[in-house]
């Protein structure tokens, strides 16, 4: 995405910085989503349960 104004177009400065905040809070949702199916099998792994 560009911004454009009187004196040019310029592409903002953060978008892969945008992309990775994106990509991160993707994976966290995903990961809450999951995480009734994930709990039980991982405290077993780990030795809690």
Not at 22 to 29: E, G, K, N, S, Y
Request: a positive charge.
């Amino acid at each position: 995405m560009r911004f454009c104004s009187a004196d040019g177009c310029a592409q903002p400065a953060h978008s892969s910085a945008t992309r990775l905040i994106l990509l991160i809070a993707t994976a966290m949702v995903v990961l809450s989503a999951l995480w009734g199916f994930i709990e039980q099998p991982l405290m077993r792994a780990l030795g809690g349960a």
